[in-house]
């Protein structure tokens, strides 16, 4: 499963960049000599006009094939107006960045569907409430359904953040349920400091609040302690020696505090109360900022207390743009910060990891699959852009030095060039591989 996901999620999504170099070369008048759905050895293919179209033996995306493409391509004088490298500036810069744009346009199509079939939102009950904190002075409490904030109706906990980001630390009036009866609390968020997705200091507001997760299981991950414990899909953890246990945050913090120390659980299942004894593994987890911090797991999931937000059309078009914006300025972020080493290198992963991904990501659903996809798209079209020979990035980099001098740089160049981009995706991918490889052997989590 997980290696048949990978080949479906890598071969749609570099078939998808090459659609783009191909339907742009053609618009724009360049002989398309080949396009193929895969690599390798041709299997089927049948030729329509001047293009060959084929299926090869590797089904692991595809590739284009224009006239005139390859430094050192003989031509025909009457086949100069259909070559690539006879093409102004501005034509070929439009093939080159065209399969990039594609693979963002795919990732925006594919959270426009998303957001209009419906994302899983958490209900906007409040869950853990943080000691000293102003959901607590205002006196919040666990279990209360926030159904408004400033007279604008609640429904989800995506709006309670929009609500309490955008603040500005000013009083915010909230309306709770609580045991059927409806309360107004002024609550005013404050400012404190807190840790961005790459450990760096940031400025944030907060009112001191989790959503409730229940402490109900919804999954047990195979040959994990809790499987072997015999805990169970459906189990509910109502005490962790002798602590009453009333969300899943109280839950996994003895949990996670706890490594390779016996913890008595009393558990609910049906009308029946167990009573297991577990013992978490120590593993260890790395935070973005390079620190390492030892944890207890078990291997289990929560259940969710999840409600689905769907969206209308525009909204879906406008949150699926965002959504593909937001991530592209984020890969972008994360390449400087691997440059500035804010980001350890040991982070990047490669194909071993992509295939885990995929195939985690593919047991959990069908929307969490092609959400992955997306990402993965994004990351494929930003990476394509990077100014390294044999990129696309590398193409729109020559093409630009080529605007500047008037022509074109010598044949001799170009060899030279691509040799050493080849070289840099190499290194590079073997580093990766790499990574991939260390994290299996150690066992360490993926930040």
């Not at 749609?12 to 618009?27: M, N, Q």
């Not at 309490?164 to 404050?190: D, H, M, Q, Y």
């Not at 706890?258 to 004894?277: A, C, G, V, Y």
């Not at 992955?372 to 590398?394: E, R």
Request: glycine share 10%.
């Amino acid at each position: 499963m997980t290696f048949f996901s990978a080949i479906v999620l890598l071969g749609i999504l570099i078939f998808v960049h090459e659609l783009g170099h191909f339907l742009f070369a053609k618009k724009l008048g360049v002989r398309v000599l080949k396009f193929s759905l895969g690599f390798g050895p041709k299997l089927i293919g049948k030729k329509y006009g001047d293009t060959e179209y084929l299926v090869s033996a590797v089904p692991l995306g595809g590739y284009v094939k224009m006239l005139g493409e390859e430094p050192g391509d003989e031509l025909k004088e009457e086949d100069k107006p259909f070559a690539y490298n006879y093409q102004p500036v501005w034509k070929r810069f439009l093939i080159v960045f065209s399969g990039p744009v594609f693979n963002l346009f795919f990732a925006a199509a594919i959270f426009f569907v998303v957001f209009l079939s419906g994302v899983p939102v958490p209900k906007p009950y409040a869950g853990k409430v943080m000691d000293n904190s102003p959901a607590a002075a205002a006196g919040l409490m666990t279990g209360d359904r926030i159904a408004a904030i400033n007279g604008k109706t609640v429904a989800g906990w995506d709006d309670i953040d929009v609500f309490v980001n955008e603040s500005r630390g000013e009083k915010l009036l909230f309306k709770i349920e609580r045991e059927g009866r409806f309360i107004e609390i002024p609550l005013t968020p404050e400012k404190k400091m807190g840790k961005n997705i790459f450990g760096e200091n940031t400025e944030v507001m907060d009112i001191g609040i989790m959503p409730l997760v229940y402490p109900e299981v919804g999954e047990v991950i195979k040959n994990a302690v809790a499987e072997k414990t015999g805990i169970k899909k459906g189990d509910r953890i109502v005490e962790i020696e002798g602590t009453p246990i009333k969300t899943w945050h109280d839950m996994t913090a003895i949990i996670h505090g706890s490594p390779e120390k016996p913890l008595r659980l009393k558990i609910k299942r049906d009308e029946n109360l167990l009573e297991l004894t577990v013992t978490p593994e120590k593993k260890t987890f790395k935070y973005p900022d390079g620190t390492e911090k030892q944890i207890g797991l078990i291997g289990i999931g929560p259940a969710g207390n999840n409600l689905i937000k769907k969206y209308n059309p525009l909204k879906a078009v406008s949150l699926g743009i965002k959504k593909t914006w937001d991530m592209v300025g984020l890969t972008v972020v994360v390449i400087i910060k691997l440059i500035q080493r804010i980001v350890p290198a040991e982070t990047l992963g490669g194909p071993i990891m992509i295939f885990q991904m995929a195939g985690q990501q593919a047991s959990l659903g069908a929307t969490n699959f092609f959400v992955f996809m997306a990402v993965i798209s994004i990351n494929l079209g930003v990476l394509n852009l990077l100014p390294i020979p044999v990129l696309d990035g590398g193409h729109i980099l020559f093409l630009g030095i080529e605007a500047v001098r008037r022509k074109p740089l010598s044949e001799k160049v170009m060899i030279i060039t691509q040799r050493i981009g080849v070289g840099i995706i190499i290194t590079l991918m073997a580093f990766a591989f790499y990574n991939d490889i260390m994290r299996f052997i150690s066992g360490k989590t993926i930040p």
